[in-house]
């Protein structure tokens, strides 16, 4: 067993003397995690690198916080999380290219339960416009390619829920459309489809003949005449 050890150890040094001197050839700084993974790694550009656990204390009364994600060429990218100093989970946020993007949830610090969903599109902030395919909320399947002028931010784009923190019930919704606030489309098409319209669009199929409205309005407040309309049993 002795012999095991000390090979093992040996192949460890060996490990980190090779490799050593090749990561600080590559990485201007970086941390070895206690998993002994490579964390907060900064590249000779200084852009941020890979994954990254990034700490903030409180200060001035604002609550500290721990958040562990990717970088890619100092951007965040795909799924960061966010922490309380206490382990608490916070937020699960997705970015790209640094910016929002997609579904991102956050926690009540008080009952862990999700407080609000909010959603996100990001435009690439390398273009000064970018070129985005939006699902037409009216037919589902169907897009439309719009062309969004980049001012260096994510926009609004989706459904926003807003949750009660104790009783997980939805108490708020919202729908965003390229960051403007727009009406709920499911209600929309609700109402399209609802009982009170189909009663008028019948109303409006069913229409009198402009003779007969005619005739009514002329003999409106007057005894009701009986009309001839063809049938038998006069």
Do not use: C
Not at 97 to 125: C, F, H, M, Q, R
Not at 168 to 193: I, M, N, Q, W
Not at 198 to 214: G, L, R
């Amino acid at each position: 067993m002795k012999k095991i050890a000390l090979k093992f150890s040996i192949v460890v040094f060996i490990t980190f003397f090779i490799a050593g001197p090749l990561m600080a050839q590559q990485w201007k700084s970086y941390v070895i995690g206690v998993k002994g993974d490579t964390l907060n790694r900064v590249d000779k550009k200084d852009k941020k690198q890979g994954k990254w656990v990034v700490r903030v204390e409180s200060l001035r009364g604002e609550p500290g916080y721990e958040e562990e994600g990717v970088f890619v060429d100092g951007r965040k990218e795909e799924t960061w999380r966010k922490y309380s100093l206490m382990g608490d989970l916070l937020a699960v946020e997705n970015y790209k290219w640094g910016l929002k993007d997609g579904s991102n949830l956050y926690y009540s610090s008080l009952t862990g339960n999700v407080a609000i969903e909010e959603s996100w599109l990001a435009i690439n902030p390398d273009k000064l416009y970018d070129t985005i395919d939006v699902e037409n909320v009216d037919d589902p399947g169907h897009f439309t390619r719009v062309i969004i002028k980049n001012d260096g931010s994510s926009l609004k784009h989706g459904t926003w829920k807003y949750y009660d923190p104790t009783t997980g019930f939805v108490t708020k919704t919202e729908f965003y459309h390229l960051g403007k606030l727009d009406t709920d489309p499911l209600a929309k098409a609700a109402s399209t489809d609802s009982p009170t319209s189909v009663k008028k669009d019948a109303a409006k199929t069913s229409s009198k003949p402009k003779e007969v409205e005619e005739f009514e309005k002329q003999n409106a407040g007057k005894k009701k005449v009986k009309v001839r309309d063809g049938a038998t049993g006069y």
